[in-house]
């Protein structure tokens, strides 16, 4: 194992994290906000992968297509947050569980109807494909470099929207005291949709900007959300900072468990044994970490108690 | 309106004259619908004394409809193919009688549910519900990945495991066996409610503070109620792959969780026959709107969107009076 395939796998690592930190930051922004956990935060990943995929089919221009992937996805976040979302907010979390997992099931087969079940397949645009040389001699795909930089931008972006802007103030009042707000004449349910929104537009992008590196299917976004929640418990509800720790450290968890762990056991064990067993317990490494932080903090690494 | 103990009784005859009409019928498919019912309905009994009972909201219980499910797998194919389970340090033999595949099932998805359960109940609402949804797929992905036994693909058990006394590969004998099982769970859990242990726990769910300082340790009472309810998923999950005659990581999967959900919130929340109407409505639904579209998921969606948002309570809920309302 060279030091050059070490980096290259860290780096895959980083850019699956911050991937999944855009999938967890929208997550974990309503749940503090809105106090609401949505199943259905890996339909509109979907969906933006897919509106990503269509439009890049019909105009061919990769930049057009992360537009739609944003609007479709914002669209359609703002669209059941208003028939469905909204009338969850006071209930219990088995209500919000059973409702946005009815929602996964109808945005699943719809998309399923309209597209077909073969994948659509989203190119990397020319300008962006092929490798960069890095400092050290690493070669690394511009395409991933890339995504690393758009996720750390939107991250970036993020912070000075919460702590910066007037809508940012809004939304930590939000999450502080709803009722003081609303009382403060804050609109409280455009705020609601708005954040609804935001947070959908991140879930699109992510799938529209992965959707180019793997297949565009139905269901591809039910394993990122699981991915999410984990992020989440890790890093702690509530907290945009939280999601980006534990995004990054899922990623590169998960990515070196892959590399690292067959070698490590192919040092003491016969070879196909080590593949085996070094696979299976690396699809295992990243609860297994989620079960450590549960055990010594169990609010996550910056949860409050 | 008929009183809820009332139309308990006419669910479970129902499911009893069903199949037996279907078989002087000659019509051995719906007998085998009506067991796949009777399983589902088992599952989703043992989910809801932790669901509705105890609030602890798991969308992890596919862990223990797998594990059941596997154990079945495991056992019967080394049984099939003669060869022993492991031989060192103490030789363990596979087997096809479903007894002993029954008490593996439960013990072994009582173990995993202690550990899951030791972890999960550290945190509590929104994060138990992600926690457990994350284990789930842990086993998931471990069953996927881990090849001995058929890894993706699962395992297919070519002959149904033997029960003494029973032919279990004729529908009927099947079914009243299953039948059998689930009027004995049902028993033991209506027993279970109703003894200080199920009122501990109720009062752990409604008001956990005042239940703790009388003295109850909730989170022991949770713990003990997550055990109990996976063995009884997990059992199962072992009915359900001899009935298939078939096993594969799908039954670890998180939409195994949620579809034992939907027979407990279609049936009515924290009602001991709910999900007995729920898993009979989902399978009915899933014949026939199945038939009528390729695509019937989307109106399994919009039903259940609309019994959550408007109809609370489920079929039973909608169809009986509620007893001695304490609310």
Known sequence: ?305 | MLRETHLNGIILLALLIVPLVALALNEPFIITLATKVTILALAGVGLNLALGQGGLISFGHAIFFGLGGYSMGILASHAQSFTPLMEAPFLIEGTNLMPVIWIVAIVVSCLAALLVGLLSLRTSGVYFIMVTLAFGQMFYYFAISWPAYGGEDGLVIFVRNEFPGLNTLVPIQFFGLCFAVLCAVLFFVSKLNKSAFGLALSGAHFNPERAETVGIDITRVRLVAFVISAGITGLAGALFADLNRFVSPTMFSWHTSGQIMIFIILGGVARLYGPIAGAAVYIILEHYLGAFSEYWQIYLGLILLFVVLFAQGGLIGGLSKREAAHD
């Open chain 1, 1 to 305: 194992m060279s030091t050059i395939l070490l980096i290259e796998q860290l780096l895959n690592g980083l850019q699956f994290g911050v991937m999944l930190f855009l999938m967890a930051a929208g997550l974990t922004l309503i749940f503090g906000v809105m106090g609401l956990i949505n199943l259905a935060h890996g339909s509109l990943y979907m969906v933006g992968a897919f509106a990503a995929a269509g439009v890049a089919g019909l105009t061919g221009s990769f930049a057009l297509a992360l537009i739609a992937s944003l609007a479709a996805a914002a669209m359609f976040g703002a669209l059941i947050e208003l028939t469905v979302i909204r009338r969850l907010y006071k209930r219990d979390h088995l209500d919000q569980v059973l409702a946005t997992f009815a929602l996964i099931l109808v945005f699943s087969e719809g998309t399923r109807w309209a597209f077909g079940s073969f994948p659509l397949f989203l190119n990397i645009p020319d300008m962006l494909s092929g490798t960069v040389m890095l400092p050290g001699g690493i070669e690394y795909s511009l395409y991933r470099l890339t995504i690393i930089g758009i996720g750390l931008l939107v991250a970036a972006g993020l912070f000075l929207l919460i702590s910066k802007t007037r809508v940012g103030m809004r939304i930590r009042a939000g999450e502080n005291d709803r009722e003081m707000i609303s009382a403060l004449g804050v609109d409280i349910s455009v705020l609601y949709t708005l954040v609804f929104a935001l947070g959908a537009a991140l879930a699109g992008l992510s799938g529209a900007l992965v959707g180019a590196i793997q297949s565009v299917e139905v269901g591809m976004g039910e394993p990122v959300l699981i991915l999410a929640f984990v992020v989440i418990v890790i890093g702690g509800i509530g907290s945009i900072k939280g999601a980006l720790a534990g995004a990054i450290l899922v990623g590169v968890t998960d990515t070196m468990g892959r590399t690292l762990l067959p070698v490590i056991f192919g040092s003491f064990m016969d070879p196909s044994a080590a593949t085996s067993v070094g696979s299976a317990l690396a699809s295992m490494l990243i609860y297994i970490l989620m079960a450590g932080v549960l055990v010594f903090k169990p609010t996550g690494l910056f949860g409050e108690a």
